[in-house]
């Protein structure tokens, strides 16, 4: 009997190292690059099962082993990406630090629903024509802006982390929440927020310089107050864009073009945002600077712009401008701005 539990003491002690031993091998069989997601609160037998029918472990058994040896390791729920073959040992230990795979795309202020869309292509998270369709659609934002023509101005800029299994409608939801949450911080209260963020859009389209933000809002407000066409240059572009004909420039057929959103034949506002603003050029919407000025261009040297309240003033600073070899005015464009 003693011999027996010799035996079998040291049978149990061989498969042990046998089984641990397997775990330090890479699995042969392994197919190729594979995703693998694990729900919140999944168990030791759940992942070694979804590891196996994957194909990314040989046996099931393996993972327990695993766990054996490491009882107190936290395996952490999320995407997993497995494009080697790996030991059972090395995929234990990626679960255990959270190693989830994302492709992670920064959003720059500015950028619009095109812009965002060849982001996330070439990051290889979605095709660009996907994300444009599901930005297309206004429903996430109808209940704050009923008029919105899409969520152009909504998608808020900054960094996001995108699993392989996010969608574009998943990407705009998250976008969208986060524009939600810098709106609430802005105490906007009961601004009319589609006309915020058109205006908002505009500015950040207009001025990468955060001091001149509030004062480029007041020009547009000011014209707006006098009647007068907005004449933004960022507004006919995007009017190119939408009809898929721009060039790069802005040619005399943009500036006549009856595009809604072409400020320069449309008095008003455009239809909607052109672009997705950052905060400071929401703020600058919703708080534009008291001035008296209409017109804006940018300096001769270069940086930030001369804002002038009239066109005999406006005029001169062009001619400095074009003077400075800065400028190259575009046929029958009016001398409003340049930029």
């Not at 040992?89 to 630090?97: G, L, P, S, V």
């Amino acid at each position: 009997m003693k011999r027996l539990l010799i035996f079998a003491i040291l049978a149990i002690a061989a498969i042990a190292i046998l089984g641990a031993v397997s775990l330090q091998f890479p699995y042969k069989g392994f197919q190729g690059e594979t995703f693998v997601t694990f729900e919140h609160g999944s168990n030791t037998p759940t992942l070694a099962s979804t590891l196996q029918q994957a194909g990314v472990i040989r046996y099931r058994w393996q993972f327990w082993v695993a766990r054996v040896f490491n009882p107190s390791a936290k395996l952490q729920a999320g995407e997993y990406r497995f494009s080697e073959p790996a030991s059972v040992r090395t995929i234990f230990d990626r679960i255990a630090r959270g190693d989830v795979f994302y492709y992670e795309v920064k959003i720059p202020e500015g950028s619009n629903i095109f812009d965002i869309g060849r982001m996330v292509e070439s990051a290889g998270a979605m095709p660009a024509a996907d994300f444009v369709q599901a930005a297309s659609d206004p429903s996430l934002i109808r209940d704050l802006d009923p008029r919105a023509p899409s969520l152009e101005g909504y998608l808020f800029p900054a960094t996001y982390r995108l699993a392989h299994s996010t969608t574009a409608a998943d990407l705009c939801k998250m976008m969208t929440a986060q524009f939600r949450r810098h709106w609430k911080k802005l105490e906007a209260g009961g601004a009319d927020a589609h006309r915020a963020v058109t205006l908002a859009s505009m500015v950040e389209k207009e001025t990468g310089v955060p001091d001149e933000r509030p004062v480029v809002a007041s020009v547009f407000e000011n014209r707006l107050a006098r009647g007068m066409n907005l004449e933004c240059d960022p507004t006919t572009i995007y009017a190119a864009m939408l009809e898929n004909r721009y060039r790069g420039v802005i040619y005399r057929s943009d500036l006549d073009n009856h595009n809604a959103y072409n400020t320069y034949r449309n008095p008003g506002l455009p239809p909607g945002p052109i672009a997705n603003p950052g905060a400071e050029s929401l703020a600058a919407a919703l708080h534009p600077a008291k001035t008296d000025y209409l017109y804006f261009v940018k300096r001769a040297s270069g940086e930030g712009h001369k804002f002038s309240s009239t066109l005999t003033d406006h005029q001169k600073a062009v001619d400095a401008y074009r003077h400075a070899g800065k400028v190259h005015e575009k046929p029958g464009k009016n001398p409003r701005k340049a930029a």
